[in-house]
């Protein structure tokens, strides 16, 4: 079953297709309810430029009654697409230029965490 919830505001920059939707209903006072309230809703499989977000629910008989005002909305990113942790105690890199024309590197960075000691 696909959802469309269609969103007043824009939508956080970082939300992208394969990302798992979660939602809390709030009261009309504006506060959230507990994270023990906290439900999956489904996958986005679906971003609209008109802040309309497509969401494939895989639960079994489930139709939300979701009024986007009275309710808040979450995402979780897939952990195998944002595993960035490289593992050992050594890189090499090498930097080849396949242009004809000569090219200046002016910076090279990275981000190094030990992982053991």
């Known amino acids: 079953m696909q ?5 007043t505001n824009s939508l956080n920059f970082s939300l992208a ?3 798992t939707i979660h939602y809390s209903t709030t009261s009309p006072s504006g506060g959230y309810q507990t994270s023990q309230n906290w439900l999956r809703l489904g996958e986005v499989i679906s971003i609209g430029n008109d802040n309309k ?3 494939k ?10 009024n986007v005002n009275l309710t808040y909305f979450s995402f979780t990113k897939p952990n195998k697409v944002n595993l ?3 593992t050992g ?3 090499e890199v090498k930097f080849v230029n396949n242009d004809k024309r000569k090219a200046e ?3 090279v960075g990275s981000e ?3 992982s053991s000691k």
């Open 84 to 86: 960035t942790n490289l």
């Open 105 to 107: 590197l002016f910076a």
């Open 57 to 66: 629910n895989d639960t079994i008989n489930f139709t939300p009654a979701l």
């Open 53 to 55: 977000v497509v969401v």
């Open 112 to 114: 190094v965490v030990e």
């Open 3 to 7: 959802i469309t919830l269609t969103f």
């Open 89 to 91: 105690y050594f890189a």
């Open 17 to 19: 297709i394969g990302d």
